[in-house]
């Protein structure tokens, strides 16, 4: 049994905290594999300046590397954990 007290500490802590999308900011964004494939539309859960958790919606196969469109800002992206339908990513 664990002290009263005890917290559970990450063993490597974030480097940027999380921003969830607030006001009027759209939490929908685009996931895109392929310039020739179609996009994969998804919801933007929460970002960092180092990353993004990501909700496909469905059971989706996406390759680890692709980029993420949301609003005007597309970034190179890689998976960096996946638990049902979201994924975690790293910029």
Known sequence: MLPRNWRRVPMHPRRHAR???AGLVSRQAKIITDPRAPV?????IDYSAGGACVDLGGQ???PDRFEL???NTKKRCRVAWKRGTKIGVVF
Do not use: A, G, Q
Request: with cysteine.
């Open 69 to 71: 469109l949301h609003v």
């Open 60 to 62: 989706v196969k996406i």
């Open 19 to 21: 921003v969830k999308p």
């Open 40 to 44: 994969i539309p998804c919801t933007l």
